[in-house]
Nanobody, 114 residues
Framework: QVQFVESGGGLVQPGGSLRLSCAASISLFSVDTMAWYRQAPGKQRELVALITSRAGTYYVDSVKGRFTISRDNAENMVSLQMNSLKPEDTAVYYC????????WGQGTQVTVSS
C-alpha cells in the first residue's frame, strides 16, 4: 500500500513562507504526476499544484506566482515552497498522485494568521 507522509506545516503570519515536504513509500521514478492538495475547514479537498515526470507544472490560480512545486525522484520526495502566504491558504495540506488514487496521509496543518 502506497503511503505519503507530509511535514513542514505550522503557524505563520500573512506574507510569510513555509516549505512542505512529502515522503513517498514508492519510487517516484515510477510515478508520472504528483500533486499537493489542501482542505480548508468546511470545504472540499482541492488540487493546489501538480508536477509531471518531465517537470511540467500546474498551479491553481489562487497560488500562481506564490507557490512552487518540485520533486526529487532519487529521494522519493515532493516539496511545496509557499511564499507570500495569505489567511485563505489556511488548510491541511496533503500529497498524492494526480489523479489521487492512494490512501490519504495525515496531512500537515498550515495556519496563516496574525
Amino acid at each position: 500500500q502506497v503511503q505519503f507522509v507530509e511535514s513542514g506545516g505550522g503557524l505563520v503570519q500573512p506574507g510569510g513562507s513555509l516549505r512542505l515536504s512529502c515522503a513517498a513509500s514508492i519510487s517516484l521514478f515510477s510515478v508520472d504526476t504528483m500533486a499537493w492538495y489542501r482542505q480548508a475547514p468546511g470545504k472540499q479537498r482541492e488540487l493546489v499544484a501538480l508536477i509531471t515526470s518531465r517537470a511540467g507544472t500546474y498551479y491553481v490560480d489562487s497560488v500562481k506566482g506564490r507557490f512552487t512545486i518540485s520533486r526529487d525522484n532519487a529521494e522519493n520526495m515532493v516539496s511545496l515552497q509557499m511564499n507570500s502566504l495569505k489567511p485563505e491558504d489556511t488548510a491541511v495540506y496533503y500529497c498524492n498522485r494526480a489523479p489521487a488514487r492512494d490512501s490519504w496521509g495525515q496531512g500537515t496543518q498550515v495556519t496563516v494568521s496574525s
